[in-house]
């Protein structure tokens, strides 16, 4: 048996155990919660939540609010979602036509994908639906799904405050799939029409860092209410500021960081007989699509990187300089699908779990970042869901559990606080 494989069988029952048992004799009231807390502070129009399952602990690792590979999701979760979108759209009032920003990448065969799934599930919610893009100029941008299906993107333009297609589509409501890396576009400052996700909580604003702040509250609070120790369903965590990978700059402070979260674990090892040495992730502290993140288990480490590694930490998503980074705790995952390391993620609507995928990665191991070359992504099916045609390839989940953990986290993205020097 593995050093894995013999940590999960020893330590799954802490935390599995313990979230079944409040899916089964607590269900009304978790539900209760969950739903006070919504009411409190409102939920994402979508997120997708990365999880990471030790067997010790689930816990969320980020945090997409403008989630890409809803082409991943069973037929059984598409219809779920749609439901969910359906609700949510009717409390917005005559929000009935629905304009979708996508990426501007839209070459990539995944996203084009991702993107006919997206405007299905709004269609099958009722709404009328058309793609702008903000990379078209003058003229359409026409993508191939990978089955065949075409999907048109059409230029924006702007009457006043309303934003319009070219072709004269008016929306009554903008949904982003577009993450806004780059920065805030002009042409959506102002817009009359209401924007979900709200384009101030792209990553050209959002950190990370605060996300897991938020989280670390609201997991506290839940795990207090339903006698839970908050590390189980949490990571520990520290940022650093004013880093320069490429100049080596504000490296002492991240072996600092480091070690510090370091010391923190070895303590919680301890606690729960845990023989595996502790690490940590070093990510970029805004974006997404696994670029600026490295695995260490020692601050030594990050004053030995190498020019090649500096390289990679130094420059994210379209080109975008890497300032700051979150040193995160690493979760090892003990999930595979075909013995590989996978790690589920995890789609919600309206703060609903709905449905999910694995990200399955051969060349990579369950202490690394699986969001990287040779990645590939494997359906997942709910207990009790059947596998269609369509979708042969589906792995089983403990939904319940992850499903919980994943709306959690996406009840923290409201609570994010970001303070009057953050606002647009």
């Keep these: 048996m593995s050093s894995a494989t013999a940590l999960q069988a020893s330590l799954t029952p802490i935390i599995l155990e313990q979230l079944k048992q409040l899916s089964e004799t607590r269900c009304d009231e978790v539900t209760a919660w969950l739903a006070a807390r919504a ?49 949510r759209v009717a409390r917005c009032g005559n929000t009935e036509r629905v304009l979708v920003i996508p990426e501007n990448h839209t070459r990539n065969q995944g996203y084009i994908d991702n993107l006919a799934a997206l405007c299905g599930i709004m269609q099958a919610a009722g709404c009328e639906v058309e793609v702008g893009s903000l990379a078209a100029t003058d003229m359409p941008i026409d993508v191939i799904t990978s089955d065949g299906h075409p999907i048109r993107q059409m230029p924006l333009l702007r009457e006043g405050s309303l934003l319009k297609a070219a072709d004269g589509f008016c929306p009554q409501l903008i949904l982003l799939n577009n993450d806004l890396t780059g920065g805030f576009p002009e042409r959506l400052r102002g817009v009359s029409q209401p924007i979900v996700p709200r384009p101030s909580q792209g ?34 965590f520290h940022k650093c500021g004013l880093v320069n990978f490429g100049e080596k700059k504000g490296l002492d402070c991240v072996a600092m960081g480091v070690e510090k979260v370091l010391h923190k674990l070895r303590a919680r090892y301890a606690q729960y007989g845990i023989a595996d040495d502790p690490y940590v992730y070093i990510k970029s502290d805004s974006g997404t699509y696994g670029m600026g993140i490295m695995t260490v288990k020692s601050g030594d480490e990050v004053i030995e990187i190498n020019k090649k590694a500096r390289n990679k930490m130094n420059v994210i998503k379209e080109g975008v300089h890497s300032t700051e980074v979150i040193i995160q705790e690493g979760v090892p995952t003990v999930d595979s699908v075909e013995d590989a390391p996978a790690e589920p993620m ?33 359906g997942m099916c709910d207990e009790g869901e059947s596998v269609s045609a369509s979708h042969q390839e589906m792995a089983s989940c403990r939904f319940g559990a992850m499903g919980l953990i994943a709306e959690l986290a996406s009840l923290a993205a409201p609570r994010e606080e970001y303070g009057e020097g953050w606002s647009i």
Excluded at 44 to 56: I, K, L, Q
Excluded at 215 to 225: I, N, P, Q, V
Aim: charged share 20%; net charge positive.
């Design 346 to 378: 995890l789609y919600l609507i309206d703060g609903h779990a709905v449905g999910g995928a694995y990200r399955v990665n051969s060349q990579r191991t369950a202490q690394n970042n699986l969001n990287a070359t040779g990645m590939r992504f494997v």
């Design 203 to 236: 990553w050209f604003r959002r950190r990370k860092s605060i996300h897991f702040e938020a989280y670390d509250k609201l997991a506290r609070e839940f795990a207090l209410s339903f006698g839970l120790d908050p590390w189980l369903i949490s990571t520990e």
């Design 39 to 87: 009411a409190e502070s409102g939920a994402p129009f979508y997120a997708s939540v990365d999880v990471r399952h030790a067997g010790f602990k689930i816990a969320p690792v980020d945090t997409n609010l403008f989630p890409a590979g809803f082409n991943h999701l069973s037929e059984a979760a598409r219809t779920r979602a749609a439901e969910w979108v359906r609700a």
